[in-house]
């Protein structure tokens, strides 16, 4: 099944898709359900969104719960926090509730705290296995996606819905991560990968679908979307990145 993908020319024009991507999905899920359930990512990509959404109009703000898809073990102001990242680009700009921003308490005890953290998207979607209107991830040069790395047992979990995971290499933080089976059950997952420095993994994952890759597994359980810039997606071949700035174009034409 070819992957859904969208190519946009750069990281800003991504930045603005996803983010109206993101303002839809929250009209609906509002209209439909009432609230809008949405995990950010961590890392630099998604970065340009959050600005965007922080300066756009049309989002539902006093009906949206924020959710992350994983964080670093660290306090929330250590400057590698996802939510501090975040909460600088987006929290900060905007009239959420504040008991509606659900942020993964890095500088608790990893398990404890993803135990607390499951408990508590159960308890805010109503329901055992929570459905996220819009999950967005990134991807990392490994093929690693939220904080499921290569070769790690996280990958492999099928019951927890949120576990702590050791730091992946010397000089990282431990985390806490979202699991394959919380990721599959969003509405909508959307990966968020902008610059050259991701196109081998993205070529890895897409046109080879390499099924070792954590983020091959979750694209394929989850048929996520995919928002490139041309950078990202120039390993790509001819077919898959034709379609991808087709969509692009589609995405872009005036509305009538
Ligand atoms: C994290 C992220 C991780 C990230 C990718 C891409 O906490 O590090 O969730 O999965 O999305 O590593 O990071 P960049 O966007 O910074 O390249």
Not at 135 to 158: K, N, V, Y
Not at 244 to 254: E, H, I, K, L, Y
């Amino acid at each position: 099944m070819s992957p859904r993908l969208v190519v946009a020319p750069t990281a800003q024009d991504v930045g603005e898709c996803v983010a109206a991507m993101i303002v839809r999905a929250a009209q609906g899920a509002v209209s439909r359900r009432g609230r809008f359930l949405l995990a950010l990512s961590g890392g630099q990509s998604p970065l340009a969104a959050y600005a965007r959404l922080a300066s756009g109009s049309g989002m539902p703000w006093e009906r949206t719960h924020l959710f992350w898809s994983d964080e670093r073990c660290v306090p929330p102001d250590h400057p590698d926090s996802n939510f501090g990242a975040a909460n600088a680009a987006l929290l900060s700009r905007v009239p959420i509730p504040p008991d509606q921003v659900h942020r993964i308490r890095g500088e608790e005890d990893p398990a404890a705290e993803a135990r607390r953290y499951e408990a508590l998207l159960r308890r805010v979607a109503g329901e055992d296995l929570p459905r996220l209107d819009v999950i967005l991830l990134g991807l990392g040069e490994d093929g690693h996606t939220a904080s499921l790395f290569p070769g790690s047992a996280a990958l492999d979990e099928r019951a927890r819905l949120v576990v702590a995971v050791d730091a992946p290499s010397e000089g990282m933080h431990a985390r806490i991560t979202f699991t394959l089976p919380l990721i599959a059950a969003g509405r909508r997952v959307v990966f968020v990968v902008t610059g050259a420095g991701k196109a081998r993994a993205v070529a890895r994952v897409l046109e080879v679908q390499e099924a070792t890759l954590p983020a091959t597994q979750v694209a394929a359980a989850s048929r996520a979307l995919w928002v490139l810039d041309e950078e990202a997606a120039r390993d790509l071949g001819d077919a898959l990145r034709r379609a991808g700035c087709r969509a692009w174009a589609r995405q872009t034409r005036p509305r009538v």
